[in-house]
C-alpha cells in the first residue's frame, strides 16, 4: 500500500477499497491491509533489519500503526533511476530473501505448522487473483488495461499475444503461482517496495503476501533490476552515460543470486537435522545426496527465478501498469528502444531459462543483447 | 476406514483413535471421518456411478451414514488375487479420475473457489503426514515399522536406503505432495479402496482427501496393478498358470491411462470456455496453443503418475503396510522373487520415469522385466 506520514516515528497505512494506481474502477478488497500486517510480522520476525516493525494492527479500519522509514530513504526505483549505487543492497535483499523464503518452508518448517499457514494465506486470493490477471493474462491477450509506448511498440505487443511457446512458458508459471505452496512470500517484491540508504534496506508493502512459489519473489527483485539496467540509456545525459551505473545494477544482480544461493544453503546446513520435514536427516544427511538434493533444489529455483523475472519484465512494458524506469524516458522513440530490448530480453529469458546454469550467463546475454 | 454392516441397505463406518492395520501404538485422529466425509460428497457429487452416497455424517461420533455395498461387489484387490478379469474396470476406474480430478483442479475452478477448498482440506493434514512417512521416507531409512521377505529380500532393501538417485527423485515427488495443490484427490487409490462385481465399481475410503497432485490418485490405482501383475506368478497353479490373466492386467493399465487421457482432455475441451482459470479462452483458444498446453500438461501428469505409481509400489515391499497380492503367497521364496522384480521394476520407473513416452512403452518395459 501507499503510505501516509503519521508522525515522525510511526507512519500509518489505510487501505483504500480500489486500487490507487488505477482508481475507483477497480474494486480491491480492505482485507489486504490484515495479510500486509501479518507478513510484515512474521516476516519482520524473521529479518527484523529489512523490515520494518508493526506497532499496532485495528482490523476495522483496516489501519497499520508501524515504524515510520525516515528520510533519507527512498523507493530504490527513484534511486535507480537516479543513478545511485547501493554497494549494500545485493547483500541485504539476499539476507531478506534468504530467511524469508527458508524459514517459511518445508526446510525448515514441519508439515502441521506450514499447511496451517497455507490455510491462512489462502484468505488473500483477492491480491493473488490481481497478480494473475496482471502479470499472467493481460500482457498474452487484448485487455481494455494494457498499454505500450504507442506506435513503436505496437508489433512488439501483439507478437507477444500471438507466440504460443512464450503462452506454453507462461501457463507454466500461472500454474506454479496458484498451486505451489513453497514458501510465505512478498508477492511484489519489485523495486517500488523497497526503501533505501546507503547502508539500511527495508522492504515494505507485502500486501500480496502468501505461500507461494520462492521464485515470484526473487524473479520480481531481479527482473526489476533488470527492468533498470535496460532503461539506463534512456537516463543518459551528457557527461554521464551511465555505463558505469550499468556495470553496477549487473554486478548487482548477480552478486544478488549468489548471495541468495550462499545464504539459503547455508541456512539449510544449519538446520539439516530439523525441524523441516522436506529432507529428513536419517535419509538425507550423507554428504554426496545432501549435495545432490541440494543442487537439484537451487536449479529449480534458479529457473523459477528468471521465468518469474521474465513474466514480471513483459507485463510492466505492455501491461497495465508501468514502472517510473521507463515511464520518466519522455522522448517516446527513446523510451520504447529501451523497453523494446527489456521485451525482448524478458521473451527470450521466458523461453529459454532452462538453457542458463549460472546467473553470469544472464549477465553476459544482457550485455550481447545491449 | 474398515466399514462394519450397518443392516442392509446402510452402512455406518466409524473412525477409531488409531491405525487399524497397526493398533493402538499408532494413534490416528478420529476427524479423519470429518475429510473422508466431505471427500465421499464432492467426489460423489462429480461422479455418482462410482462414489457411494452419504447419506448422514455425525461429527460428534466420527459417523458417516453411507451406501451399503452390496454382495457380490468384493475388494478390487481379493479379485485380482483371485484371477476374477473385470471388463468394465478400465472405464469405470478412468471415468471417476477424470471427473473427480477435472472438476476439481483450476481447469474449472475459479482461484477463488479452488483457494477456498483448498484451505478446507489443509485440515486433513494428519493424514497427509501419514502418507508422507509411509510411503516418502520409511522406505528410504531404517524404521522400525519397516519389513520385507527375509532374509531374501535383505540386500534389495538396503540397496534402496542406499541409492542417491531414488532418494533425489522421491524427494521431488514428496515435494509434490506437499506443496502442489493440483486437484482434490482420493488420496489413498489403491487397489484395496475399490470394491467391484463385473458391471459396478465403487470407490471408498477416502480420509486422505486432500487437494494434492493428480498423479498420486492416478499412479495409486496403475502402481497396484502394477504390483497385481508382478505377484500373478505367485498365484499360478496347475491348470492356470495366469499367463491369460496377466495379458487382461496389462491391458487394463493400458486402456485406464488411455481412457483417462481421452475423457479428462474431453472435459477440457468441453469447458475449455470457463469457468476454470488456468487457460483463459481469450489466450489459449487458438487450436495450435490448444495442442500445446494439453500435450505439456498430460505429458507432466503421466510423468507424475510414474513417479507416485513406483513410490506406491516401493513401499508396499520393503515399507510398513504390504498387499494381500504378494502376502497371500505363502512360500516366502516365491513371494520375494515376485517382490523383487516388482521392486526392481518400480525403482527403474522412479528414476527413468521421464524416459517414457506411452503408458504402452511402460507395459512393454513389464513385459521385458518378467
Not at 215 to 238: E, P, S
Not at 252 to 262: A, D, G, H, P, S
Amino acid at each position: 500500500m501507499n503510505t501516509v506520514p503519521f508522525q515522525t516515528v510511526y507512519k500509518s497505512l489505510q487501505a483504500l477499497p480500489y486500487i490507487r494506481c488505477i482508481g475507483e474502477s477497480w474494486p480491491m478488497a480492505k482485507e489486504r491491509a490484515y495479510f500486509e500486517a501479518i507478513t510484515l510480522k512474521e516476516h519482520g520476525g524473521l529479518c527484523p533489519d529489512h523490515v520494518p516493525e508493526v506497532y499496532h494492527f485495528d482490523s476495522s479500519m483496516c489501519l497499520i500503526g508501524m515504524r515510520y522509514i525516515e528520510p533519507p530513504h527512498i523507493i530504490l526505483r527513484k534511486g535507480l533511476i537516479a543513478g545511485i549505487e547501493y554497494p549494500l543492497l545485493a547483500e541485504h535483499v539476499s539476507d531478506y530473501m534468504a530467511k524469508t523464503l527458508f524459514y517459511t518452508s518445508l526446510l525448515y518448517l514441519t508439515t502441521t505448522d506450514h499447511k496451517s499457514a497455507v490455510a491462512k494465506y489462502c484468505g488473500n486470493v483477492e491480491m493473488c487473483r490481481l497478480t494473475e490477471q496482471v502479470v499472467f493474462s493481460d500482457p498474452y491477450k487484448v485487455s481494455e488495461h494494457n498499454h505500450w509506448t504507442s506506435p513503436y511498440l505496437d508489433s512488439d505487443a501483439g507478437a507477444v499475444r500471438e507466440d504460443n511457446l512464450l503462452k506454453l512458458e507462461i501457463a507454466e508459471l500461472k500454474s506454479k503461482f496458484c498451486e505451489r505452496a513453497q514458501a510465505l512470500i512478498h508477492g511484489d517484491l519489485h523495486t517500488g517496495s523497497i526503501m533505501v540508504t546507503g547502508d539500511s534496506t527495508q522492504v515494505i508493502d507485502p500486501e500480496f503476501g502468501f505461500y507461494g512459489p520462492m521464485g515470484f519473489d526473487i524473479g520480481a527483485f531481479v527482473g526489476n533490476l533488470i527492468l533498470a539496467y535496460f532503461a539506463q540509456d534512456g537516463h543518459a545525459v551528457d557527461g554521464n552515460d551511465r555505463k558505469h551505473y550499468k556495470v553496477w545494477i549487473l554486478r548487482t544482480i548477480t552478486e544478488t543470486w549468489n548471495l541468495f544461493y550462499k545464504k539459503f544453503t547455508a541456512l539449510w546446513d544449519e538446520h539439516k537435522d530439523g525441524p523441516g520435514e522436506a529432507y529428513l536427516p536419517a535419509i538425507y544427511n550423507n554428504p554426496d545426496v545432501q549435495l545432490l538434493v541440494k543442487q537439484k533444489y537451487m536449479k529449480e529455483l534458479f529457473h523459477d527465478t528468471l521465468g518469474f523475472g521474465a513474466a514480471k519484465m513483459i507485463r510492466r512494458i505492455v501491461g497495465v501498469a508501468h514502472v517510473a524506469d521507463f515511464e520518466s524516458i519522455k522522448e517516446a522513440k527513446k523510451r520504447a528502444d529501451c523497453e523494446r530490448k527489456a521485451l525482448n530480453f524478458a521473451k527470450n529469458l521466458l523461453k529459454g531459462r532452462r538453457n542458463f546454469q549460472s546467473i553470469s550467463e544472464v549477465v553476459s546475454a544482457m550485455e550481447k543483447l545491449d
